[in-house]
């Protein structure tokens, strides 16, 4: 059963995605732990960023815990929760690979995960008018970038690979 001396938390990787949750029994009136458990959850982002990682590592930005007196703590990771199953991210990325290469992707997804940009970035990507679905076209896809990434030159501005560069063609 759970006591009063319980502290809970969540973290996400700024690399993958992933989360690390954390459960903590802690001395009473301190935050010295003396019992920890951990497990690392995989997340539809990290489940789909794979192949685009160069390394297995995670790096642990602290989003949200509570418990032991501590009603609801914060951290910069908290921000990256949102990115972690986000549909219009995951539908980015995978067309961006598609269309711009595996770089572009990789650049736009440390981005994503990034504490001090996320949340401009995912703004701007929701406001931006992508759709998962229908920029998968490579017409189409040509059309939103040309139109939408000018606007934040701070992100970023990966050229279009020639079609017949596709990360993933059809033909395979
Ligand atoms: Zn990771």
Redesign the pocket.
Known sequence: MWGPFRFTSSAV?S????IRYTVERQFPFTTVPYWRSRSIESTPL?DSVGGL?TS????WQFAHGGGNGVRCALGEGRSLLQCTDSALLIGFLEATKQHSGADAARHYLNLALDPTHSEAFMLWLAVSGFQPDTHRDPAAYAAWFQAAVPQAPEFGNFPLLPADQHESSTAG
């Open positions: 990787c690399h993958c995605g992933s990290s990682l297995r590592d995670h790096t």
